[in-house]
């Protein structure tokens, strides 16, 4: 089964608004990454959050752990028609785990020119 | 630009044909992933090897699926023999794993999409 599941399914903007996805899970994690996926491509690496930090910033985007609700979020500001692709989260297990980097279904996210 | 290179980017074959689907991880990485992409199911993983070493197959069907890492530079994944539902986009990944902890970023090739009829 998927460690992390995205919300919402879909999302549509206008460009210039800023878009919110949430992705939660279920067990301990050392480490939380967002990947992009644009259509006929590959995921492409995002950003990568660790267990102790709460909040990292690239560019654009903006990412929140909460340990303790098991949840992040990507946020991305003053989005533009290029972002549209799909978002997913992916949870790193801890050392020792026998589980793997396990993704969720994901995000598509639309943004209107 | 370092990459994950994965061929053949498409591949039609009839049912109960051999697919050989092959991936070049980028240099120095010591980790390889297997994942399978469809609408219903998302990105299940298939496969995991580190250092060259099969990790965790438990995702794959054994009787018709097996991956192997022959050398660093070469990972493949056979379907053999291949089936309707087995009609999907499979990715290739690779990643440095340090101490038995996977906390770097994935590269992801483009896929091998598979239409099997």
């Known amino acids: 089964s998927q460690q992390g599941e995205e919300d919402p399914q879909a999302l549509s903007i206008q460009e210039g608004e800023n878009a919110t996805m949430n992705c939660s899970y279920k067990?301990?994690?050392?480490?939380l990454q967002w990947y992009r996926q644009n259509s006929g491509r590959g995921l492409v690496h995002l950003i990568l959050i660790r267990s102790n930090e709460r909040e990292k910033h690239s560019g654009r985007l903006r990412v929140t752990l909460d340990t303790s609700k098991k949840s992040s979020s990507l946020l991305i500001t003053a989005s533009r028609a290029a972002d549209t692709a799909s978002y997913f989260c992916a949870t790193g297990p801890p050392r020792g785990s026998a589980r793997q980097l396990t993704f969720g279904s994901g995000t598509q996210l639309t943004v209107l020119p | 630009d370092a990459r994950v290179t994965q061929t053949p980017r498409h591949k039609v074959t009839e049912m109960g044909q051999e697919v050989t689907m092959r991936c070049q991880p980028i240099?120095?990485?010591?980790?390889v992933f297997w994942y399978r992409q469809t609408m219903m199911q998302g990105l299940e993983l298939l496969a995991y090897?580190?250092?060259?070493?099969?990790?965790?197959d438990s995702g794959m069907p054994k009787d018709r699926f097996s991956a192997e890492m022959p050398d660093a530079t070469l990972a493949t994944l056979k379907i053999q023999p291949s089936e309707p539902r087995d009609s999907a986009v499979y990715f290739c990944?690779?990643?440095?794993?340090?101490?038995?902890?996977?906390?770097?970023?994935?590269?992801f090739g483009n896929g091998t999409r598979l239409t099997v009829t």
């Open positions: 067990t301990s994690i050392n480490n």
């Open positions: 090897f580190r250092n060259r070493a099969p990790l965790d």
């Open positions: 990944a690779s990643g440095s794993a340090s101490t038995g902890v996977l906390d770097s970023p994935l590269h």
């Open positions: 240099l120095g990485h010591n980790t």
